[in-house]
């Protein structure tokens, strides 16, 4: 079975540009998320998608931060513009809701490095 | 919202030690802490978890301890090895709209020195 695909890995740009990251979650898994992990931090939820339905952006920065989930597949997330706060990993997340609460499967993240 | 707390920041253990990583949840209504394993440059992966009907689990070397009324859970690995180094989280969530919303907390770096 594949995993979580993320891509790019490594994605360096200047400030104010857009930088968008891709994702492509286990095939089945209905429910989806974005994480943000800083340096040397836990993961903290950005969006979290139950099927194609954004149930949970509230920690989004909606002003420069986008996502979308296609098909209820594979998921976009966008910054413009970025700004130098914004280096990080970005981590993607799949899980199957079954009957409770059960494993997120994360993607390899994608660093970003803001100049 | 939920805040977790994770203590160590920084575990060095000999290998044959063992190691014990502590957290603190705010939420009573939180049910579910799982434990996620992240080598450099790796994705996290779930080693453990447990729910919160239960006050124990283990799964080999590994072991998660729950203590519902002092709202704090920990890890513990015995006979720690090298490859056991690797930056441990642990987090917490509750059934029902917040369903799948894990509130991590900052990470211990654990090192087994051979």
């Known amino acids: 079975e594949a995993g979580v695909v993320q891509s790019p890995r490594y994605k360096i740009i200047e400030k104010k540009q857009p930088v968008a990251f891709w994702c492509n979650p286990i095939?089945?898994?209905?429910?989806f998320y974005w994480y943000l992990q800083n340096l040397g931090q836990g993961p903290e939820l950005l969006i979290r998608?139950?099927?194609?339905?954004?149930?949970?952006d509230s920690q989004l920065p909606k002003d420069r931060f986008s996502a979308e989930r296609l098909k209820g597949v594979d998921s976009t997330l966008k910054i413009q513009p970025a700004e130098l706060g914004d280096s990080a990993v970005y981590l993607c997340?799949?899980?199957?809701?079954?009957?409770?609460?059960?494993?997120?499967?994360f993607g390899e993240g994608s660093r970003l490095t803001v100049l | 919202g939920e805040n977790v707390e994770q203590h160590p920041s920084t575990l060095s253990v000999q290998e044959g030690d063992s190691a014990v990583i502590k957290c603190t949840y705010s939420?009573?209504?939180?049910?579910?802490f799982p434990w996620y394993k992240q080598e450099l440059g790796k994705r996290p992966q779930l080693i453990i978890d447990?729910?919160?009907?239960?006050g124990e689990k283990k799964d080999q070397r590994i072991a998660v301890t729950l203590n519902k009324t002092a709202k704090h859970f920990s890890l513990h690995i015995t006979e720690t090895q090298p490859e056991d180094s690797a930056v441990y989280f642990c987090?917490?969530?509750?059934?029902?709209?917040?369903?799948?919303?894990?509130?991590f907390g900052q990470g211990t770096i654990l090192t087994v020195h051979p």
């Open positions: 987090a917490a969530s509750k059934y029902g709209t917040s369903y799948g919303k894990l509130t």
């Open positions: 447990i729910r919160s009907n239960v």
């Open positions: 998608y139950e099927n194609e339905e954004a149930v949970d």
């Open positions: 939420d009573s209504a939180s049910n579910y």
């Open positions: 095939s089945g898994h209905n429910t």
């Open positions: 997340a799949s899980s199957s809701r079954g009957a409770g609460p059960g494993e997120l499967f």
